[in-house]
């Protein structure tokens, strides 16, 4: 049974930093590309960041370039999202999510799915 779950949400101030993390099982994750989405009430979930398999490769969205880092531990089968000058608008819960496809930007490239972890920002 595949199973990605993440963990490290909480709440941040807003300038502060967060790593987020999500442990995959259940099969061999190394061919797949890496993902983080986010969803914030009332909207649709939206890209974050993602890794290939080879960890040569990372993308982002625009907003998050230069503030969050994707990585991944293939060894333990980690993957990672640091956060650092968090603002306010990054509030919203995170997940983390695989991808035979790499480089994909959209939620339906994705067919595992973790549950959620929560980021609240205080300004």
């Known amino acids: 049974q595949v199973q990605l779950v993440e963990s490290g949400g909480g709440l941040v101030q807003a300038g502060g930093s967060l790593r987020l993390s999500c442990a995959a099982s259940g099969r061999t994750f190394s061919n797949y590309a890496m993902g983080w989405f986010r969803q914030a009430p009332g909207k649709e979930r939206e890209f974050v960041a993602t890794?290939?398999?080879?960890?040569?490769?990372?993308y982002y969205e625009d907003s998050v370039k230069d503030r969050f880092t994707i990585s991944r531990d293939l060894a333990d089968n980690m993957v990672y999202l640091q956060m650092n000058s968090v603002k306010p608008e990054d509030a919203a819960v995170y997940y983390c999510?695989?991808?035979?496809?790499?480089?994909?930007?959209?939620?339906?490239?994705?067919?595992?799915w973790g549950q959620g972890t929560q980021v609240t920002v205080s300004s």
């Open positions: 999510a695989a991808s035979p496809y790499s480089a994909r930007r959209v939620p339906s490239d994705y067919n595992y």
């Open positions: 890794i290939k398999w080879s960890i040569t490769s990372t």
